[in-house]
């Protein structure tokens, strides 16, 4: 079933989608090349900006973000070395053979619900939705909420 591959590659340990993230769908690079595109034409907003912001600064940190990859997402990102990983909320779950934190017998932890992205984005509600209607339904509620239509995983 192509909704259990979603859930191994695709719904991060911590309860993020790949398919609603703004790295992974490319939506920060896309933006940041709009921005920058306005800041050439307009010739960096010099005068908007005197005083407040360097828009040659402005102007490299759109490049930067512009020019960045798409994320491969999470799971695709796991480190075999948990020194070189960032992130040890999947180093957690890949040590305990999970494929999200919620499995755990242990959640919420407190590496959990205290992750500033975690609480910003909202997964610990996320992996909740998860336990209580099912990964098939959730998934096809997050795509609805961002594209308007359903994935049609199931066919």
């Not at 909704?3 to 609603?20: A, D, F, I, N, R």
């Not at 402005?58 to 070395?81: F, N």
């Not at 959990?112 to 098939?136: D, H, K, M, S």
Request: glycine letters at 10%.
């Amino acid at each position: 079933m192509r909704y259990e591959k979603e859930k191994e590659y695709l719904v991060s340990y911590c309860g993020s989608y790949c398919h609603t993230c703004d790295w992974h769908t490319g939506r920060i690079r896309k933006i940041s090349r709009a921005a920058l595109d306005m800041m050439k034409l307009y010739g960096g907003f010099r005068k908007q900006l005197e005083g407040k912001a360097d828009p040659e600064e402005i102007t490299r940190g759109l490049e930067v973000l512009s020019e960045s990859g798409i994320c491969s997402g999470c799971k695709a990102e796991l480190e075999k070395d948990p020194e070189t990983d960032r992130c040890a909320i999947r180093q957690c779950c890949a040590a305990k053979g999970l494929l999200l934190c919620s499995e755990c017998p242990d959640f919420p932890c407190e590496m959990l619900a205290t992750n500033p992205g975690v609480i910003r984005f909202g997964c610990l509600e996320n992996l909740r939705q998860i336990g209580e209607r099912g990964i098939e339904r959730w998934i096809d509620e997050q795509w609805e909420k961002e594209t308007g239509t359903s994935p049609g995983l199931g066919i």
